[in-house]
Nanobody, 126 residues
Framework: VQLQASGGGLVQPGGSLRLSCVAS????????IGWFRQVPGKEREGLSY????????RSVDSVKGRFTISRDNVKNTAYLEMHNLKPDDTAIYSC????????????????????WGQGTQVTVSS
């Protein structure tokens, strides 16, 4: 079981990035997915969450209107599209899964997520 995030990099303030989260060893469609970020020395922060069927999403206020979560269960991949990036968005971004019996259920309770994949570094700087 593995979740691999990729797509990070160095971007100027106001720029955009699209992160991918590829699942291996299990069908992504059986789980809700969350995107998280962490700065060294600080707690992991949940950002956006998406239900199994992709119909329901939630995002924290700090990224609403800037970040969009989506998924393609056929490709076993989830995405986080980020726009208008700010220096405060600099962090290691990772994804995790949460089992959900209801395809439309999604939780923003971070403790319900597990199998944190290896993250990808996002640096926003001029």
């Amino acid at each position: 079981v593995q979740l691999q995030a990729s797509g990070g990099g160095l971007v100027q303030p106001g720029g955009s990035l699209r992160l991918s989260c590829v699942a291996s060893g299990f069908p992504l469609g059986d789980y809700a997915i969350g995107w998280f970020r962490q700065v060294p020395g600080k707690e992991r922060e949940g950002l956006s969450y998406i239900s199994r069927n992709g119909y329901v999403t939630r995002s924290v206020d700090s990224v609403k209107g800037r970040f969009t979560i989506s998924r393609d269960n056929v490709k076993n991949t989830a995405y986080l599209e980020m726009h208008n990036l700010k220096p405060d968005d600099t962090a290691i971004y990772s994804c995790a899964r949460s089992w959900a019996g209801n395809p439309s259920y999604v939780t923003d309770r971070n403790y319900e997520y597990s199998y944190w994949g290896q993250g990808t570094q996002v640096t926003v700087s001029s």
